[in-house]
């Protein structure tokens, strides 16, 4: 990963190099100048190692469709494409229809933008530029997969992009009188790449995912905001040595799991190994803040590494953290929740679903705070059904039969936890609300199976309430109890109270 980062640094001084060379020093002179005339100074169209959208394909149209001069540009295979900012957007089209998609494929002459088998190509997206999708295009057969720009089988691709933008128009696809459902509509997608950076991107109101990664490697995502988007912030599907840096993934509303970021792969070949997650915002979003779901990996033994190092989480609708899919031991490895924050979630701070003590979770040093904000409610549901609420649960997940379920629930350290929260509130339960819930929903009718029980739940947490200290409880497990193994958290009480 240094020698990607090395690399990243080296392509990154060479694109700034590039890009300085052809800006006239006589800045008075350009703030005077036309934009077309500065662009032409800034940008000349005749050299060989620069290919400016502005001069290609038809160039810029104040009002129209300028498909063609972005596609133009990206196929020149210079080392260099600028898309300059202009007085308005550049309009991206996928042709009306998609001549020749069928469901769940599209041919890649439908797609707007694309690349296919290049390497070693810098974008730089002038400050201030907007690529936007077409209004009243994008309509493809049901569940087909049409991004507004693929990068499919590249190598070093740098896209610079501070202060640019790609935006679409979700409130227009979310609309079934109009438009077919399709959670695929992304802004961009990355599949079969390698050294992959995107650089300071707003990526907004799509129709799918702001970004979506399948069988990456060494990619580097920094100081991005994936916002208002329709299933997801971010999704990765399949990725190794990926790091996400200084972005914000906020406002996923329309279609499930509807969350800031999902880590979920389709197939038992792929892969979530090294992925660093660092100072990322997941906020707002109408599902969970940040989903781990590698379901589809218990074909075949194999292990993930996913790391979230002062990553926040705040004001989602669901969990800031769910897990969910760790179901097999045959899925071994770790995820690290080191430090950061999960904050005024409106039900659980993290969930796990029918969590195998084969992947070990640590949570180091996390503040939770002002979750559930409710409270556990009035009668058993909310210990006790489908949907617990207290600031970490562990629970089967909703509305499955769970024929393998002889596993207990566990595989998670907490180091130095800190939870803090209310139990003065609108329930009558409040004093025995805990701040840990396990639910084994097959042990209750209709099913009523043995209680598989818990394992390898230790550390230490510090539990900050407006109670007194004698009434913190501890882990609360609803039903008949089952065995438990090496389970033992200290609860710390009020420490500074």
């Given amino acids: 990963m240094i020698a990607g980062v090395i690399h990243f640094i080296g392509s990154l001084a060479l694109a700034v190099a590039a890009a300085t060379s052809y800006v006239g020093s006589d800045t008075l002179l350009l703030a005077r100048t036309p934009r077309s005339v500065v662009d032409s100074i800034r940008w000349p169209c005749n050299n060989p190692s620069i290919a400016n959208a502005a001069c290609m394909g038809g160039g810029w149209k104040a009002s129209g469709d300028s498909t063609a001069a972005i596609r133009a540009a990206l196929a020149t295979n210079r080392s260099l494409v600028v898309i300059h900012r202009m007085e308005g957007p550049w309009i991206v089209s996928t042709d009306g229809s998609i001549p020749g998609a069928i469901r769940g494929y599209c041919p890649r002459s439908c797609y707007a933008l694309q690349m296919y088998r290049q390497r070693d190509i810098t974008i730089l997206i002038e400050p201030g530029a907007e690529i936007q999708a077409q209004r009243g295009a994008w309509h493809a057969p049901q569940m087909t997969n049409v991004p507004l720009l693929r990068i499919e089988d590249c190598h070093n691709i740098t896209i610079l992009a501070e202060g640019a933008k790609i935006t679409m128009w979700k409130q227009d696809y979310s609309n079934a009188a109009v438009y077919n459902h399709s959670e695929f509509r992304f802004g961009i997608a990355v599949y079969s790449s390698s050294q992959v950076r995107v650089l300071g991107l707003n990526v907004s109101s799509t129709g799918g995912d702001g970004i979506y990664l399948e069988d990456v490697h060494d990619v580097y995502v920094k100081d991005c905001f994936l916002v208002d988007n329709f299933r997801q912030g971010m999704s990765v599907i399949s990725a190794e040595n990926l790091t996400v840096e200084d972005t914000v993934l906020s406002g996923t509303s329309g279609t499930w799991p509807k969350c800031g970021l999902d880590l979920e792969p389709d197939y038992g070949y792929q892969k979530l190994f090294n992925i660093t997650f ?48 760790l179901t097999s031991p045959n899925i071994t490895g770790f995820v690290k929740i080191i430090r950061g924050s999960i904050h005024n979630q409106q039900r659980v701070g993290i969930q796990f679903f029918d969590k195998n003590p084969s992947v070990l979770v640590t949570i180091s040093q996390l503040s939770i705070s002002s979750t559930t904000t409710n409270g556990p409610g009035e009668g058993p ?15 089967s997940y909703p509305n499955q039969i769970h024929p393998w379920k002889k596993f207990p629930f566990g595989g998670v350290f907490f180091d130095d936890l800190s939870v803090s929260y209310s139990r003065i509130n609108r329930s009558s339960r409040a004093t025995q609300w805990p701040w840990l819930v396990i639910y084994h929903i097959d042990v209750h009718e209709p099913r009523k199976l ?48």
Wanted: hydrophobic residues 35%; charged residues 15%; contains cysteine.
């Fill in 450 to 497: 043995p209680n598989p029980g818990e394992a390898n739940i230790t550390g230490s947490i510090k539990l900050y309430t407006e109670t007194p200290a004698t009434s913190c409880p501890g882990i609360w497990t609803g039903g008949p109890a089952g065995p438990q193994l090496n389970v033992s958290v200290q609860v710390e009480c009020n420490p500074f109270y």
């Fill in 278 to 325: 660092r100072r990322v915002v997941a906020s707002g979003n109408a599902g969970c803040g940040f989903s781990v779901a590698p379901r589809a990996l218990a074909s075949r033994p194999q292990a993930i590494s996913i790391t979230f190092e002062d990553c926040t989480a705040d004001g989602n609708a669901q969990a800031g953290y769910t897990f969910q899919g």
């Fill in 381 to 395: 549901d909310p210990l006790e059904g489908w949907w617990p609420r207290a600031p970490v649960v562990f629970s």
